[in-house]
């Protein structure tokens, strides 16, 4: 039976609706597909940004808590330099009082005239030579060749030999000397300082530790000794 041309329009316009209607479809599926891959790529996106940003101030962070420790330390030595420094000063200020309560030993002529005498005999026994020279202040002069005989005699007990002393006269010590003497032999080749301030240097570079120990208290930290 032959269709009329209603019934074929009928039919066209029944599948252009049915078309439209799959197309509609199909566009709402991609475009929900289109939606979801933008917000999974969006949040992929995101994510891996969030990331970065947590890494980038998490370094950071580690590069501030670094430099506080630094400056931390780098203060702390600071700290401990000056506490030495002062220390160390305070060791100083305590050798000075020394030295200058040693130069009063050279106002009592008994006593300084006996130290006298031990310090030219300590040289002597150090230089072993049988023509010495002595240095010392010019007003000193007196004093040292008072005992001259009496040491040289007291050498000779002790060494069988005997020595010759003369003062230099050419190079006496500074008047700002402390006191002591210098022994010289051989046209000045061979010296030995025995003046109070190198005894005194002597001695305190010996008890030094325990002037620190006794100013300030013993070390914990402090293995070994100077």
């Known amino acids: 039976m032959a269709l009329s041309d209603a019934d074929v329009q009928k039919q066209i316009k ?15 599926e991609i475009d929900a597909k289109a939606e979801e891959e ?15 940003i947590m890494e980038y101030y998490e370094k950071k962070e580690k590069q501030v808590e670094l430099q506080k420790k630094i400056q931390s330390s780098n203060m702390l030595n600071q700290a401990r ?11 100083r200020n305590v050798l000075e009082e020394a030295r200058k309560r040693l130069g009063e030993v050279t106002n009592n002529s008994a006593k300084y005239k006996e130290i006298l005498s031990t310090l030219i005999l300590q040289a ?3 230089l072993f030579e049988s023509n010495v020279s002595v240095r010392c202040r010019a ?28 003062i230099d006269n050419e190079n006496p010590l500074p ?13 000045g080749k061979i010296r030995i300082c025995n003046t109070l301030e190198a005894r005194l240097e002597l001695i305190a570079q ?20 100077d």
């Open 124 to 126: 002597l026994y150090q």
């Open 81 to 91: 330099l000056k506490v030495l420094k002062v220390r160390e000063d305070h060791v």
């Open 175 to 187: 008047a700002d000397t402390t006191g002591g003497v210098d022994l010289v032999a051989h046209q």
């Open 206 to 225: 010996q008890l030094v530790p325990e002037i620190r120990t006794a100013l300030f208290g013993r070390n914990v930290n402090r293995k070994f000794n």
């Open 139 to 166: 007003q000193d002069k007196s004093l040292v060749e008072s005992v001259f005989s009496e040491t040289a005699a007291t050498y000779k007990t002790n060494t069988g030999k005997d020595i010759n002393l003369k």
């Open 38 to 52: 933008f917000n999974i790529e969006k949040g992929r996106l995101v994510q891996q940004q969030r990331l970065k």
């Open 14 to 28: 029944h599948m252009m609706a049915f078309i439209e209607q799959e197309a509609n479809e199909k566009a709402e």
